[in-house]
Nanobody, 117 residues
Framework: VQLVESGGGLVQAGGSLRLSCAAS????????MRWYRQAPGKQRELVAS???????TYVDSVRGRFTISRDNAKNTVYLQMNSLKCEETAVYYC????????????WGQGTQVTVSS
């Protein structure tokens, strides 16, 4: 199983980035996908989630600025991040959870997002 994030980088405050997470080794279409982030010295935080059925939730702090989406044909989940803030500098992680004969919970390696002032 692999979850490979990409799209992180350095951006100025107010800018945008689009993160991607390409999954392999799982049945992506039945997986619930999540984006988390972890800033230095802080706990990992759930940012956005999208279920296999397409239901979406966001943490309050990003609602209206971030958009999570999925492309089951490409086994990829995205996180479009607009109007980024300096305090959103963090490593962003992709997570896949689901059930296929047994439950599973997989993580990507993370991608660094740095928002400068």
């Amino acid at each position: 199983v692999q979850l490979v994030e990409s799209g992180g980088g350095l951006v100025q405050a107010g800018g945008s980035l689009r993160l991607s997470c390409a999954a392999s080794g799982i049945i992506f279409s039945i997986s619930n996908m999540r984006w988390y982030r972890q800033a230095p010295g802080k706990q990992r935080e759930l940012v956005a989630s999208i279920t296999s059925g397409g239901s979406i939730t966001y943490v309050d702090s990003v609602r209206g600025r971030f958009t999570i989406s999925r492309d089951n044909a490409k086994n990829t989940v995205y996180l479009q991040m607009n109007s980024l803030k300096c305090e959103e500098t963090a490593v962003y992680y992709c997570n896949a959870q689901g059930y296929d004969y047994s439950s599973y919970d997989y993580w990507g390696q993370g991608t660094q997002v740095t928002v400068s002032s």
